[in-house]
């Protein structure tokens, strides 16, 4: 008769206390592995998040410059005004110059409490009426839009403050100034355009970037065009 021999560890298996070592091992694995991929996760969508703002940024800024460039100066007629809330440009088409002049405007207004730098334009404006009507519409809508007016704008970036001043007579100004009340207060016509639009941003903390962005608008026709 052949005796039984000792079962080797492999074959006895686990011990209940290994077993328990080995759930717990791998519980702190996952663990550790989902917090990795919860911090990934966190850092780009704060990194998506980062660059929407800086493209929404670098976007309005180019309509800024866009806005000035196609300014419609018309005789008698008021095409840039800044009433130290909000910037009304008289601009046309650039696309399709039949399709009649608008009004924009660009102003800082708080939303759901928070400083918002927003641009508003009308629709196409065919009779004197009309533009008269649009440009008084630009400067409600800055103080206090109606739902129609909330339709037209666009949001463009947290803003603590902003600043315009004009260059005219070699020298930088603030529109609102009491050295240039006589002139610069009232709103720009074909005989007034000046020469530069200086556009200062305070932008909100917090944001993609922060600080004091300056942006100059040189008028196409000073130096040739240059």
Do not use: C, H
């Not at 080797?8 to 702190?28: H, S």
């Not at 039949?98 to 708080?110: E, I, K, N, P, Q």
């Not at 600043?163 to 005219?168: L, T």
């Not at 007034?192 to 300056?214: N, W």
């Amino acid at each position: 008769m052949g005796r039984n021999l000792p079962l080797t560890r492999r074959e006895q298996g686990f011990t209940l206390i290994e077993l328990l070592v080995a759930i717990g091992l791998l519980a702190l694995m996952a663990a550790l592995s989902w917090q990795g991929l919860d911090g990934m996760t966190r850092s780009q969508a704060r990194m998506r998040q980062y660059s929407d703002e800086v493209y929404a940024l670098q976007a309005g800024l180019s309509q800024w410059g866009a806005d000035l460039d196609a300014l419609a100066v018309q005789p008698n007629t008021a095409s840039l005004d800044w009433d130290g809330r909000a910037l009304r440009i008289l601009r046309r088409n650039s696309v399709d110059p039949g399709a009649g002049l608008s009004v924009v405007a660009w102003s800082r207004r708080s939303v759901e409490g928070q400083g918002q730098w927003l641009r508003w334009q009308s629709p196409p404006l065919q009779t004197r009426g009309e533009l008269q009507m649009a440009w008084l519409k630009a400067a409600q809508w800055a103080q206090s839009p109606t739902d129609d007016d909330r339709q037209r704008e666009v949001q463009i970036a947290a803003l603590d403050q902003w600043q315009i001043f004009y260059f005219r007579g070699g020298a930088w100004s603030n529109p609102l100034s009491s050295a240039g009340a006589s002139a610069d207060a009232k709103p720009v016509t074909e005989a007034t355009t000046p020469d530069a639009v200086r556009l200062v941003l305070t932008l909100a903390p917090g944001q993609a970037l922060t600080g004091s962005i300056t942006r100059d608008w040189l008028r196409p026709t000073v130096g040739g065009g240059k």
